[in-house]
């Protein structure tokens, strides 16, 4: 990670993106996430139809978080995979699983619900970091 730039990010986001697809995926995690989230087979259809669209957020997101990321990396020196898993690592620690943990706090959720969406944060924020020093 030497400058923030365009390709590497939009490849970041991207790598979240198609790592969601399959984490959610009813033969992964996505068949418990939704008993757990309390989905109907009509909510799910629903938002069959709007896939695209929260594609392009979800995408959109995720570049966003590897922008951040990026400048992380450079102030601290990220050059090869072992710092970038760390980089990675670290970001979702200090950001991303504190903040999720509301959900299970505040709104009654279940541990299983935070640890199914919190593990897919942590898997996607090292792989685009690892993406990123690339």
């Given at each position: 990670m030497?400058?923030?730039?365009?390709?590497?990010i939009?490849?970041?986001?991207?790598?979240?993106v198609?790592?969601?697809?399959?984490?959610?995926h009813?033969?992964?995690?996505?068949?418990?996430?939704?008993?757990?989230?309390?989905l109907?087979?009509?909510?799910v259809e629903?938002?069959k139809?709007?896939?695209?669209?929260?594609?392009?957020?979800?995408?959109?997101?995720s570049?966003?978080?590897?922008?951040v990321?990026?400048?992380?990396?450079?102030?601290?020196?990220?050059?090869?995979?072992?710092?970038?898993?760390?980089?990675?690592?670290?970001?979702?620690a200090?950001?991303?699983?504190p903040?999720?943990?509301g959900?299970?706090?505040?709104?009654?959720r279940s541990?299983?619900?935070?640890?199914?969406n919190a593990?897919?944060?942590?898997?996607?924020?090292?792989a685009?970091?690892i993406?990123l020093?690339?």
């Amino acid at each position: 990670m030497f400058e923030v730039t365009f390709l590497p990010i939009l490849f970041a986001g991207v790598a979240s993106v198609v790592i969601g697809f399959i984490w959610y995926h009813p033969r992964v995690f996505g068949g418990m996430w939704m008993r757990l989230a309390n989905l109907s087979p009509e909510q799910v259809e629903k938002g069959k139809k709007q896939m695209p669209l929260m594609a392009f957020f979800g995408l959109l997101a995720s570049m966003l978080a590897a922008y951040v990321m990026n400048y992380f990396g450079i102030a601290w020196g990220v050059f090869d995979v072992i710092g970038a898993i760390e980089l990675g690592f670290w970001c979702w620690a200090g950001f991303v699983a504190p903040t999720m943990l509301g959900m299970v706090l505040w709104e009654q959720r279940s541990f299983k619900l935070y640890a199914i969406n919190a593990l897919y944060w942590l898997v996607s924020f090292i792989a685009m970091a690892i993406v990123l020093v690339f």
